[in-house]
């Protein structure tokens, strides 16, 4: 099981501020590890948001995002308490899923 | 003393686990968009995409440095004020592979993303919203000091 994220959903007005840390390498395929050898391609591919389990952002990723990705979004129609989850899996078939309620 | 119920420990076990998100349902992605994130030009990537023709906008709004002194971390802040915004892509025309991400919004969902992306070297930071049913884009040019692919 990967690392659990980090989740920070606060209520600004009627918006929820989403900010998510995922612990991830993110490893290009191109970079070259102290003894000179290409570290292989792994990198988050897939991820979405739910909130009281309804979807409601899907992302599809690179390996262009930088290592440990911070995404931030922006919800409304949410309210303080409301259940927020997201969830990721990387091209290895790695996931990690978590869950944070919106303060 | 009485020994703690065995069936209640596991129970507790149980509530901690899903408190700590262990035992959440899987959940399942759309696959992957191999053709578009496979793409080595900007063009091909939003052929991928399924972009055929999109019209310059000033409804998008992408802010990001002018100069990134390392291009590892570049943070990228699209907002999208197109009405029924249904996607935003973005794409890093000169990275090896320029698609970079692709976010789909449903109901509730601000068109909105800040991400933040890896850059090889100087480029156009190019925006393609979906609204609509049509394809606007916008871009935005980065200077990188220090690249971010290779090392």
């Not at chain 1, 308490?81 to 919106?102: K, M, P, T, Y």
């Not at chain 2, 976010?103 to 609204?131: H, Q, T, W």
């Amino acid at each position: 099981m990967a690392d659990p994220m980090k989740i920070r959903a606060t209520m600004k007005g009627d918006l929820a501020d989403v900010r998510v840390l995922m612990v991830h390498p993110m490893e290009t395929g191109q970079r070259k590890d102290a003894s000179g050898n290409v570290v292989p391609l792994h990198f988050i591919q897939q991820l979405s948001v739910r909130v009281n389990g309804r979807l409601m952002i899907e992302g599809q990723i690179s390996q262009a995002v930088a290592r440990n990705p911070v995404f931030s979004f922006r919800l409304k129609g949410v309210k303080a308490g409301d259940s927020l989850e997201i969830a990721w899996l990387d091209n290895r078939g790695e996931r990690s899923q978590s869950v944070a309620s919106i303060a | 003393m009485m020994a703690m119920n065995p069936l209640r420990r596991i129970s507790l076990r149980l509530a901690g686990a899903l408190a700590a998100g262990l035992l959440l349902p899987l959940r399942a992605f759309a696959a992957w968009n191999k053709e578009a994130f496979q793409s080595r030009t900007a063009a091909d990537a939003l052929k991928g995409l399924g972009v055929a023709a999109s019209s310059d906008s000033k409804d998008i709004v992408i802010e990001a440095p002018q100069i990134a002194e390392n291009g590892q971390v570049v943070p990228v802040e699209v907002t999208s004020q197109l009405p029924n915004t249904k996607s935003i892509a973005v794409v890093i025309e000169k990275n090896p592979f320029p698609l970079a991400a692709k976010f789909e919004f449903g109901d509730g969902a601000l068109p909105y993303i800040k991400v933040n992306v890896k850059m090889g070297e100087s480029s156009f930071v190019r925006v393609v919203a979906e609204a609509g049913g049509r394809f606007y884009t916008a871009s935005k040019e980065v200077k990188v000091t220090i690249g971010g692919c290779g090392g």
